[in-house]
């Protein structure tokens, strides 16, 4: 079963503005990863949040946390016909991923 | 540094029969994780694999099995298998001990069983 649930299913946008996914999960977490998976290949690894932490940045990716409300939000700034793509959001227990359902963004050029 | 490495990419199978999907991890990665991605169901994790013992297994029945080489090499093996084990299978490799650590995932394999 998963753990997360991803809102939006999906998002539609030009390209330039900022894309927003949020992600909820259940359990106690030790940390909470982003994904990006292409057209049916493998996912690449985006950005690693620990448990005791509350917003990390890496390049146009903020992500936030809150333990308290057992969520994370993902944004992507300035988006790019590029960034186009299912984004998952991943707890790990243990030492296991558990990914949502993701969220399939395009981006209009 | 290579990365992960599944084969094969496409299979097609007939229900009944069984298969062995084969990935080769980042080179000093010791933990190996399968996953099973269908439309229906998403990303769901069958097992993972440290130094050949398996430490934590998913909700899968008893036809989907793996198992880890002393190189740190895995297969995974489904039998008789159905209709639903359609599914793109990824891998993902990782080092150390995986907790917090980022995965490393392969190209998958498309199996599609007819």
């Known amino acids: 079963s998963q753990q997360g649930e991803e809102d939006p299913q999906a998002l539609s946008i030009q390209e330039g503005e900022n894309a927003t996914m949020n992600c909820s999960y259940k359990?106690?977490?030790?940390?909470l990863q982003w994904y990006r998976q292409n057209s049916g290949r493998g996912l690449v690894h985006l950005i690693l949040?620990?448990?005791?932490?509350r917003e990390k940045h890496s390049g146009r990716l903020r992500v936030t946390l809150d333990t308290s409300k057992k969520s994370s939000s993902l944004l992507i700034t300035a988006s790019r016909a590029a960034d186009t793509a299912s984004y998952f959001c991943a707890t790990v227990t243990g030492n296991m991923l558990t990914f949502g359902g993701g969220t399939r963004l395009m981006v209009k050029p | 540094k290579a990365g992960v490495t599944q084969t094969p990419r496409y299979l097609i199978k007939t229900r009944g029969q069984q298969v062995t999907l084969s990935c080769s991890p980042i080179s000093g990665h010791r933990s190996v994780s399968w996953y099973q991605q269908t439309p229906g169901q998403g990303l769901q994790f069958l097992f993972e694999?440290?130094?050949?013992?398996?430490?934590n297994k998913g909700n899968f029945p008893g036809r989907f099995s793996g198992r880890q080489f002393s190189n740190s090499r895995s297969e995974m093996n489904v039998s008789t298998l159905e209709l639903g084990d359609s599914a793109l299978y990824l891998c993902?490799?990782?080092?150390?001990?995986?907790?917090?650590?980022?995965?490393?995932f392969g190209q998958g394999t498309r199996l599609t069983v007819v």
């Open positions: 359990t106690s977490i030790n940390n």
């Open positions: 949040i620990r448990s005791n932490e």
């Open positions: 694999y440290f130094s050949e013992t398996q430490r």
């Open positions: 993902a490799s990782s080092s150390l001990t995986g907790r917090n650590t980022e995965a490393f």
